[in-house]
């Protein structure tokens, strides 16, 4: 883990175990190492890797899947010039952690976007927009 910059209390909090059960985790100590792979997932490796059984962090890692929501928020955030990229980056930021400040109880459901080709006025090249 120090290879990825994360400390254990850092990824306990995370995916929202114990620093301990990381530790134990992490070193084996544990014949139920169930939450390996999130573990694995959350710091960028693979278990094999995080256990010492090899030396490169990629190897035996899974290949991110993107649902077709993540693909058409990264396809619309792709098309925007960078100050737009870095306006809409600063504004998810600013919602995150103003989800993160407020009780779990407050928080609004997840929804899903639906994403349609909307043609300008004064352009045949349609554009998505989010719905």
Same mark, same amino acid.
């Given at each position: ?9 850092? %990824? ?10 990381? +530790? ?6 544990? /014949? *139920? ?11 960028? #490796?693979? =278990?094999? $890797?995080?256990?010492?059984?090899? *030396? *490169? =962090?990629?190897?035996? #890692? =899974? ?8 693909? #058409?928020?990264? /396809? %619309? $955030?792709?098309? %925007?010039? /960078? ?25 609004? /459901?997840?929804?899903?976007? +639906?994403?349609? =080709?909307?043609?300008?006025?004064? +352009? ?8």
């Amino acid at each position: 883990m120090k290879e990825k910059k994360v400390t254990q209390k850092a %990824l306990a909090d995370a995916i929202g175990i114990s620093p301990q059960a990381v +530790s134990r985790i992490v070193n084996g100590e544990t /014949s *139920d190492p169930r939450k390996l792979p999130l573990i694995a997932k959350t710091v960028g #490796a693979s =278990p094999e $890797f995080l256990l010492g059984e090899v *030396d *490169d =962090p990629n190897e035996g #890692a =899974p290949v991110p899947v993107l649902s077709n929501q993540e693909i #058409a928020v990264l /396809s %619309l $955030f792709n098309s %925007l010039e /960078s100050s737009g990229q870095k306006a809409v980056i600063e504004i998810m930021r600013t919602m995150a952690q103003a989800a993160l400040a407020s009780p779990a109880s407050n928080r609004p /459901s997840s929804r899903a976007i +639906s994403v349609k =080709p909307v043609m300008k006025a004064k +352009s045949a090249q349609p554009q998505e927009t989010v719905r």
